[in-house]
């Protein structure tokens, strides 16, 4: 286990290890540009969801309006999940002792 890097927190003073820098100086890869990312793929998911809906109500295809929705749900479960998980890990780096 002695060989886990953590990557520093921007703007904290430089806490944790150095991150891996792009060709912008920004560190790539970063937390909030994944959630970003995530975020809007699941915007995606959504949009594609309410388009198969609207075809359905014009005599569409049940199969691709189900298996949209199906998705859907499965990405919000996944949100979900991933938004506890988050929560959980916060709570615990918040009952440390420094």
């Known amino acids: ?18 991150a891996p820098q792009g060709k912008t100086g920004k ?3 970063a937390f909030d ?7 809007g793929k699941i915007s995606q998911v959504q949009k594609d969801t ?7 109500t014009s005599n569409g295809d049940v199969t691709s309006a189900m298996i949209a929705m199906e998705k859907a ?3 919000f479960q996944t949100m979900v999940e991933v938004r506890n998980r988050l929560i959980d890990a916060y709570q615990e780096i918040m009952r440390m002792n420094v």
């Open 27 to 29: 560190a790539s890869g």
């Open 33 to 39: 540009e994944m959630l970003n990312d995530a975020l």
């Open 1 to 18: 286990m002695s060989d886990m890097k953590i990557g520093g927190v921007n703007g904290v003073g430089g806490i944790g290890g150095a």
């Open 50 to 56: 309410e388009t198969a809906v609207k075809e359905l």
């Open 73 to 75: 749900d499965m990405t």
